[in-house]
């Protein structure tokens, strides 16, 4: 398969051949959470199906620090980023999105 190019000739970092959800948990986590801890948040307190590889962003309280988890085809990925300019502006949260305020 071959990826497009953008204008100046870079290619996209990742290329997907399916559609791709993106599961936003809408409740602070702790950021020292890693590979187990955030499937088990996604799993448990969301009710996702973390292993059909969409996207399960997890933020922390003062949302400057960003957590992607995804299952790829041999195990769990994880991508961490510090916000630097702008905290993430999360949707408000309402009663049926499945997040619980136990997911800190």
Not at 1 to 24: D, E, N, Q, Y
Not at 29 to 57: I, K, P, Q, W
Request: net charge positive; aromatic share 8%; glycine share 6%.
């Amino acid at each position: 398969m071959r990826l497009p190019s953008t204008s100046r000739g870079c290619k996209p970092a990742i290329a997907c051949a399916t559609p791709i959800k993106v599961h936003l948990c809408t409740v602070p986590c702790d950021m020292r959470r890693s590979f187990d801890g955030l499937s088990m948040l996604a799993e448990h307190v969301m009710g996702c199906n973390h292993y059909a590889g969409h996207l399960v962003l997890f933020s922390n309280r003062r949302t400057d620090r960003v957590k992607i988890l995804y299952w790829d085809r041999d195990g769990w990925a994880i991508w961490y980023k510090r916000l630097a300019r702008s905290p993430l502006i999360a949707p408000a949260q309402n009663a049926s999105d499945g997040a619980s305020p136990h997911a800190g």
